[in-house]
């Protein structure tokens, strides 16, 4: 039966607390893993790029909790907190962007490229687009072995101008694939807002009639709407009746990547969009069915302590042995391109 | 034991496989109900059924993100991009997620693929559709490269293309498909990163790809029945991984040696085997090496243009004439 989107009101709906408490736990992880991870940055413990997700964690969260086991995750290069959500651990996640050995790919991909396929997560992809088509050909494996799991593909609001975007929402409309297109709209590409640049007010579903599929834009910062609505988008993949494209309307604390103090933004948007912080959010609708304070503090004590623990591992674990540089390359294991 | 078109030994080698391994399939634009536009899949949709011989529409990034995700995840797809030029509207492909893969997740994901194309001139299409992409392909850690230059050799190194675990870029000369050539019977493998002399000689080394090839043959006969000149021919088919020792090999027994190549000028495929020549057969030879290319301009439409551009039998005969008897 189709779930009907929006906030909860019954005691024993839909959900559930379990469900619930999971996906306060995932939002709490998320968030306390990229303030960690800012807080390395700026001890110069983590080089390079990243681009966090705070303020936007509902959606990893809400999507994760209502993928089955074998779905599987395609992300961008703000990636991070989709990756936990498929429960990667802290320590492996901090350990690659801190370029250690414990890293996920130790050290080869970097916070751009978190990949873990045995947790279902094929990869963060940091040009945009790609990754659309990408899932697409995943979604058609699925379809051609008569596989049951669906692929999901998150990017950002920006991607929804790019070309590979549009080739990749036909393609999956006209092969009808098992796959949930879920644009994360933060109002802002980079550092352009995204309504100064695009034809449309919603960029990512004012276009699905253009490829045959229902409009969907929804709160993003609440993690029961997403959660409802992306139950409803593996149904229809499993379904077989092929891709959906969800809009899902957000907003992140901080710049674009380390480099953006994101001072282009206007007076006061920040902060009203702090009053809709989805995990403030969350916290109030899991009191409303019943959770306690204690209960809540009680998570958010082991959720610190976790990401404690990680950081801990991390800076002692070795940085990663240049052994690994020559390896895979090749299938073989190595980086030979001539006898 | 048969005589097979270069073009039908594209959907020999393509129905070889299919065949053998359920998991392998093809896409690609117009290329399941129309056959191909140079008719080099007739019969596959037919044979092998909707499924597994699809028709895309004209998204190239579609195609290759496609063909990826499906390798990534245990298919082993054949992907048709239509003219080698067209690479470069999903180089991303190409560039920064194919070939890349493998190393950043350290070992996690591959992408066992094909990606087929009909590239080289030499049919007046003019600028965008007669590249030769050699050096857009050889440039990508992760990659490798083939290019046959006979039925027999398109067939089984096709096959063996898409049994290796890594993602080929399998170029198809256009100005080849229509050529014929004995292609045994039964099931053909052939191995990537194998040169072969087609044409044993003692007095210098010809080393092309492709269609090169066929004028580099052509260009020996003549020096040998015109000049008295024994030219070795060595068709290089994999340019990654590649087969150094055997173009070594002829080197230190010619002590001279000519690449032919159709690409322009700058970063050709020669530049590399040079490169390696001159650092670890120096003094196995007798002359610099010399690189027998187009010239580094814009492929022109016009048949005596377009003629002029390409290394001819003529100039080949001519080149390699003058710097032997300097």
């Given at each position: 039966m189709p779930r009907k989107a929006g906030p909860s009101t019954a005691p024993n709906d839909d959900i559930g607390e379990a469900k619930r408490?999971?996906?306060?736990?995932?939002?709490?992880?998320?968030?306390?893993?990229?303030q960690r991870a800012n807080d390395l940055f700026f001890q110069n413990l983590i080089k390079g790029t990243s681009h966090l997700s705070i303020g936007q964690e509902a959606i990893?969260?809400?999507?994760?909790?209502?993928?089955?086991?074998?779905?599987?995750?395609?992300?961008?290069?703000?990636?991070?907190?989709?990756?936990?959500?498929?429960?990667?651990s802290v320590e492996k996640v901090l350990g690659e962007l801190m370029g250690r050995d414990n890293g996920l790919m130790r050290g080869k991909g970097g916070s751009m490229h978190l990949t873990s396929v045995e947790h279902g997560v094929m990869g963060s992809y940091a040009i945009i687009g790609a990754h659309l088509n990408i899932a697409c050909g995943a979604a058609w494996r699925a379809q051609y072995r008569g596989a049951r799991d669906v692929s999901v593909c998150f990017f950002g609001d920006g991607t929804t101008n790019i070309g590979a975007f549009h080739e990749a929402l036909n393609f999956a409309a006209i092969w009808k694939l098992p796959v949930v297109f879920v644009c994360e709209n933060n109002l802002y590409m980079e550092y352009t807002p995204i309504a100064e640049v695009t034809a449309v007010e919603h960029p990512a579903a004012d276009r699905a009639s253009a490829y045959g599929l229902p409009r969907i834009v929804i709160d993003g910062n609440d993690a029961d709407t997403v959660y409802r609505t992306m139950s409803a988008a593996f149904e229809r993949a499993r379904g077989g009746d092929g891709p959906s494209l969800i809009e899902a309307m957000t907003y992140r604390h901080s710049g674009h990547s380390r480099a953006d103090p994101a001072k282009y933004r206007p007076e006061g948007e920040l902060e009203r969009w702090k009053e809709r912080d989805p995990l403030r959010i969350y916290r109030e609708r899991l009191k409303q069915f019943g959770v306690s304070e204690e209960q809540i503090a009680a998570i958010d004590a082991e959720v610190l302590k976790v990401v404690d623990e990680a950081t801990e591992a991390c800076k002692a674990a070795p940085t990663t042995s240049v052994d690994v540089l020559f390896t895979d390359v090749y299938a073989d294991g190595g980086w030979a391109w001539r006898n | 034991m048969a005589e097979l078109t270069y073009r039908d030994a594209v959907a020999r080698?393509?129905?070889?496989?299919?065949?053998?391994?359920?998991?392998?399939?093809?896409?690609?634009?117009?290329?399941?109900?129309?056959?191909?536009?140079?008719?080099?899949?007739?019969?596959?949709?037919?044979?092998?059924?909707p499924l597994r011989v699809r028709d895309t529409p004209i998204s190239e990034q579609a195609i290759l993100g496609a063909?990826?995700?499906?390798?990534?995840?245990?298919?082993?797809?054949?992907a048709e991009i239509m003219f080698a030029d067209f690479l470069a509207v999903c180089y991303d492909y190409v560039a920064n997620e194919i070939p890349k893969a493998r190393y950043m997740t350290n070992g996690q994901v591959g992408c066992p693929l094909v990606i087929?194309?009909?590239?080289?001139?030499?049919?007046?299409?003019?600028a965008q559709h007669s590249q030769s992409v050699e050096n857009w392909c050889m440039q990508f850690p992760g990659l490798k490269v083939v290019s046959p230059s006979s039925p027999v050799d398109v067939v089984g190194l096709m096959a063996a293309a898409v049994r290796d675990p890594d993602p080929v870029m399998f170029m198809e000369h256009k100005a080849l498909y229509?050529?014929?050539?004995?292609?045994?019977?039964?099931?053909?493998?052939?191995t990537l990163g194998t040169a072969k002399i087609l044409r044993p000689g003692t007095d210098c080394s010809l080393i092309a790809l492709g269609l090169m090839v066929h004028r580099a043959l052509a260009a020996a006969e003549r020096l040998q029945s015109e000049f008295g000149i024994n030219a070795e021919v060595v068709d290089v088919r994999s340019l990654v991984p590649l087969d150094t020792q055997t173009i070594l090999g002829s080197v230190a027994r010619t002590n001279r040696?000519?690449?032919?190549e159709e690409n322009p000028r700058l970063l050709g495929w020669g530049a590399e085997i040079v490169s390696i020549v001159a650092d670890e057969a120096f003094y196995d030879l007798d002359a610099p090496p010399v690189r027998i290319t187009a010239p580094h301009i814009p492929l022109p439409a016009?048949?005596?243009?377009?003629?002029?551009?390409?290394?001819?039998?003529?100039?080949?005969?001519?080149?390699?004439?003058?710097?032997?008897?300097?």
């Amino acid at each position: 039966m189709p779930r009907k989107a929006g906030p909860s009101t019954a005691p024993n709906d839909d959900i559930g607390e379990a469900k619930r408490l999971e996906m306060y736990r995932l939002q709490k992880v998320i968030r306390d893993a990229e303030q960690r991870a800012n807080d390395l940055f700026f001890q110069n413990l983590i080089k390079g790029t990243s681009h966090l997700s705070i303020g936007q964690e509902a959606i990893a969260a809400g999507v994760a909790a209502a993928m089955e086991d074998g779905d599987l995750t395609f992300c961008t290069y703000r990636g991070h907190a989709h990756t936990l959500a498929r429960g990667v651990s802290v320590e492996k996640v901090l350990g690659e962007l801190m370029g250690r050995d414990n890293g996920l790919m130790r050290g080869k991909g970097g916070s751009m490229h978190l990949t873990s396929v045995e947790h279902g997560v094929m990869g963060s992809y940091a040009i945009i687009g790609a990754h659309l088509n990408i899932a697409c050909g995943a979604a058609w494996r699925a379809q051609y072995r008569g596989a049951r799991d669906v692929s999901v593909c998150f990017f950002g609001d920006g991607t929804t101008n790019i070309g590979a975007f549009h080739e990749a929402l036909n393609f999956a409309a006209i092969w009808k694939l098992p796959v949930v297109f879920v644009c994360e709209n933060n109002l802002y590409m980079e550092y352009t807002p995204i309504a100064e640049v695009t034809a449309v007010e919603h960029p990512a579903a004012d276009r699905a009639s253009a490829y045959g599929l229902p409009r969907i834009v929804i709160d993003g910062n609440d993690a029961d709407t997403v959660y409802r609505t992306m139950s409803a988008a593996f149904e229809r993949a499993r379904g077989g009746d092929g891709p959906s494209l969800i809009e899902a309307m957000t907003y992140r604390h901080s710049g674009h990547s380390r480099a953006d103090p994101a001072k282009y933004r206007p007076e006061g948007e920040l902060e009203r969009w702090k009053e809709r912080d989805p995990l403030r959010i969350y916290r109030e609708r899991l009191k409303q069915f019943g959770v306690s304070e204690e209960q809540i503090a009680a998570i958010d004590a082991e959720v610190l302590k976790v990401v404690d623990e990680a950081t801990e591992a991390c800076k002692a674990a070795p940085t990663t042995s240049v052994d690994v540089l020559f390896t895979d390359v090749y299938a073989d294991g190595g980086w030979a391109w001539r006898n | 034991m048969a005589e097979l078109t270069y073009r039908d030994a594209v959907a020999r080698g393509i129905a070889q496989e299919m065949a053998r391994d359920p998991d392998v399939v093809f896409l690609g634009e117009d290329v399941a109900k129309a056959g191909g536009v140079f008719k080099a899949t007739v019969g596959l949709l037919e044979q092998f059924g909707p499924l597994r011989v699809r028709d895309t529409p004209i998204s190239e990034q579609a195609i290759l993100g496609a063909a990826m995700g499906a390798a990534m995840t245990g298919l082993k797809p054949i992907a048709e991009i239509m003219f080698a030029d067209f690479l470069a509207v999903c180089y991303d492909y190409v560039a920064n997620e194919i070939p890349k893969a493998r190393y950043m997740t350290n070992g996690q994901v591959g992408c066992p693929l094909v990606i087929r194309f009909g590239g080289g001139g030499g049919l007046r299409f003019g600028a965008q559709h007669s590249q030769s992409v050699e050096n857009w392909c050889m440039q990508f850690p992760g990659l490798k490269v083939v290019s046959p230059s006979s039925p027999v050799d398109v067939v089984g190194l096709m096959a063996a293309a898409v049994r290796d675990p890594d993602p080929v870029m399998f170029m198809e000369h256009k100005a080849l498909y229509a050529i014929k050539g004995e292609v045994p019977d039964g099931e053909i493998v052939d191995t990537l990163g194998t040169a072969k002399i087609l044409r044993p000689g003692t007095d210098c080394s010809l080393i092309a790809l492709g269609l090169m090839v066929h004028r580099a043959l052509a260009a020996a006969e003549r020096l040998q029945s015109e000049f008295g000149i024994n030219a070795e021919v060595v068709d290089v088919r994999s340019l990654v991984p590649l087969d150094t020792q055997t173009i070594l090999g002829s080197v230190a027994r010619t002590n001279r040696m000519f690449t032919v190549e159709e690409n322009p000028r700058l970063l050709g495929w020669g530049a590399e085997i040079v490169s390696i020549v001159a650092d670890e057969a120096f003094y196995d030879l007798d002359a610099p090496p010399v690189r027998i290319t187009a010239p580094h301009i814009p492929l022109p439409a016009a048949d005596e243009l377009e003629d002029l551009v390409i290394p001819s039998v003529d100039r080949v005969v001519d080149t390699v004439r003058r710097s032997l008897s300097a």
